[in-house]
């Protein structure tokens, strides 16, 4: 009997270090999100007190520019785009599961608890510099979350961050790991057959939106009717990607960049008028999947993007701790009180975030990618060294 075709993508190590490229801008522009989000008052504050605060022309354009860092949600579901397509490829073969789960787990958790460990010193440390920031006295973001995350050190909390079950002001980013989870947990049996796969994900989205199923506060729910049908783009587009590659070489990968760049436009003017919906989610989507088809067929892999895509991970686990850091620091110096008016003092905690990342990545990142590596090395009866 014929084989069907098979139009799985054709991926080298190369290609891989672009897709790199592609989840190390997602997680600075989620780094820009917070940062700006903590480290400024915003432009309501700023209009409603323009008399007392006189913002120059400079200060009012850059508070405008300020907006394109508004999307950040929407910024995470190109993660999750990127994670089907990446799963589908880790399991293009027949995979055991002990091994698939174990390299998940040898991958992605020792720096998930190093991530966990350091909010926990940033919250001992900063309640030591300013406690008034956790009072529960200012009322803008972030400070009520702040004042909520005080018991984060007690055993039950801890236990319940370190099963992904819970989150806060210094981790509010980790909500979208317990989808990856679930995610990992199902992909070896849901991807044996990516196009129903794909179709009963679509069928889910749909009823969910239709339904109103597509809520947040239940994990397993919101998955099944919400963020599953992102995995599934991911997973469909490296199955098909062989078939997708004549459609979209007749536009050029330079006019679908193009295009990903018009959907991020999107995102921002439907976030900036209506926050987030459907619609700036969808928009998200396709900037994903152009995005991943652009940067592959382009060869987009400039070193410093290569470098902040191999530590986006950690980026991402320890960015929000390390922001609150530098913005109580800033109270602390200054001895002024929130919010922060002036439109460009965020960009101080930029620096120092990206390095704690970097030292973070060298110290538990990188020896868990070695580790995962010497487990795809291993072959059964074989030591795994």
Not at 37 to 47: E, N, V
Not at 62 to 91: C, D, H, M, P, W
Not at 200 to 216: D, I, K, R
Not at 328 to 342: E, F, R, V
């Amino acid at each position: 009997m014929e084989r069907p075709p098979d139009h799985r993508a054709r991926l080298g190590k190369e290609d891989f270090l672009r897709l790199e490229c592609v989840r190390g801008l997602a997680a600075l522009y989620v780094v820009l999100n917070h940062a700006r989000g903590f480290m400024w008052a915003g432009g309501t504050y700023l209009r409603d007190h323009a008399a007392a605060l006189r913002p120059t022309p400079a200060e009012r354009w850059l508070a405008a520019s300020n907006q394109l860092t508004r999307a950040g949600t929407e910024a995470v579901i190109l993660f999750f785009v990127l994670s089907g397509f990446s799963i589908a490829y880790s399991l293009r073969e027949q995979s055991r599961l002990r091994e698939f789960y174990l390299r998940r787990l040898a991958r992605l958790y020792p720096p998930y608890v190093f991530g966990v460990a350091w909010a926990a010193l940033v919250l001992v440390v900063t309640r030591g510099l300013r406690s008034d920031l956790y009072a529960g006295i200012y009322p803008m973001a972030p400070f009520p979350s702040m004042h909520q995350f005080l018991d984060f050190l007690s055993p039950r909390r801890l236990l319940r961050t370190l099963a992904y079950l819970d989150s806060g002001a210094l981790i509010p980013q980790y909500w979208s790991l317990a989808y990856e989870w679930v995610f990992y947990a199902l992909a070896p049996f849901l991807l044996r057959s990516p196009r129903r796969y794909f179709l009963a994900s679509l069928g889910l989205y749909a009823v969910g939106l239709g339904a109103g199923l597509n809520g947040e506060d239940r994990l397993l729910q919101a998955y099944a009717f919400k963020f599953n049908f992102y995995f599934a783009v991911g997973v469909i587009l490296f199955h098909e990607y062989g078939r997708l590659i004549p459609l979209a070489r007749v536009a050029g990968a330079r006019v679908l960049g193009l295009i990903a760049l018009t959907c991020f436009a999107g995102i921002i003017v439907l976030n900036f008028q209506f926050g987030r919906t459907a619609a700036t989610d969808l928009l998200a989507t396709a900037m994903a999947l152009l995005s991943i088809y652009a940067f592959v067929e382009l060869k987009i892999d400039r070193p410093a993007l290569v470098a902040l895509g191999t530590q986006s991970y950690t980026l991402y686990l320890t960015h929000v701790a390390s922001i609150v850091l530098v913005m109580t620091c800033w109270y602390w110096a200054t001895g002024s009180t929130p919010p922060i008016a002036k439109p460009y003092v965020w960009w101080i905690a930029l620096p120092p975030t990206l390095l704690i990342s970097w030292a973070a990545a060298r110290l538990v990142e990188a020896p868990s990618r070695a580790l995962v590596q010497r487990l795809r090395g291993a072959q059964p009866g074989r030591s795994s060294s």
